[in-house]
């Protein structure tokens, strides 16, 4: 295990044992996981332990959501007694004012597929970002010493990446245009049957949470979300904003 690596598990040891905590999240900025009841559930004995039937998620703040896209997860095994096993997490998030990216569990109790199931989730901006291209983001969750997950899945907004076995690794490669050049390009409606020309981007290369907002069209509705890409369009289906609200 390299210097890094090293430095790393010793963080996340030492907090573990400070704290008492079952799992810690760290990403941008070091903090217990808001999912710290729920994580509960994964370990301790004596007679102070919750029945873990009983206990329920408690979800993230709700001005914290799923990234965008997991990209890479891995699982790391520490050597030394208490044995840690250690989750990173690396993803990307739509645009740049993303912060606190964490992993917290999905749910509490045991798996039936003794697969540890984790979110990674992270802050969004407050306010609407340009399409500047996709930013990445990454987290660490510790798994208290005594479990016997045989894997952990980490999901995104749009993907997930299962690691089957422990100590261990998996990636996933995202195709998906972020639209950081689509301004003054041609839009091609899916299934609107027209080729893609030089200087036109389809719709289909884009992400799949889309808002095509035409001369023609109101805007229905406050709701926000900071993974859907939109697209405001003049007569010709030409791209004149594109944002990620």
């Known amino acids: 295990m390299n210097t890094a690596c090293r430095g790393l598990v010793a963080l996340a040891m030492g907090a573990t044992m400070q704290a008492g905590l079952i799992g810690l999240a760290i990403g941008q900025t ?27 998620p408690e979800p993230p703040p709700s001005t914290d959501l799923p990234v965008l896209f997991v990209t890479h997860v891995e699982v790391l095994r520490t050597s030394a007694d ?27 109790g045991k798996p039936g597929d003794d697969i540890l199931d984790l979110e990674l989730i992270a802050t969004p901006p407050e306010q609407s970002q340009n399409a500047g291209g996709f930013a990445s983001i990454d987290a660490i969750f510790a798994i208290a010493p005594g479990q016997n997950f045989k ?51 389809r719709q289909d290369e884009l992400p799949r949470v889309l808002r095509v907002i035409t001369p023609s069209n109101g805007i229905r509705g406050a709701e926000q979300n900071p993974n859907r890409l939109s697209l405001i369009l003049d007569e010709n289906d030409t791209i004149v904003e594109a944002f990620w609200e």
């Open 30 to 56: 070091t903090r217990v996981s808001p999912a710290a009841g729920a994580a509960t559930a994964y370990g301790g004995t004596g007679p102070e332990q919750a029945d873990v039937s009983e206990l329920a």
């Open 82 to 108: 208490p044995k840690l096993d250690i989750v990173r997490a690396t993803g990307l998030v739509s645009s740049e004012g993303w912060s606190a990216p964490q992993l917290v569990p999905t749910y509490a």
């Open 151 to 201: 894997g952990v899945r980490v999901r995104a907004s749009e993907d997930a990446i299962t690691v089957k076995q422990i100590p261990g690794s998996g990636e996933a490669t995202v195709d998906v245009n972020d639209c950081k050049d689509c301004v003054g390009k041609k839009l091609v409606l899916e299934g609107s049957g027209q080729p893609a020309a030089s200087g036109s981007i």
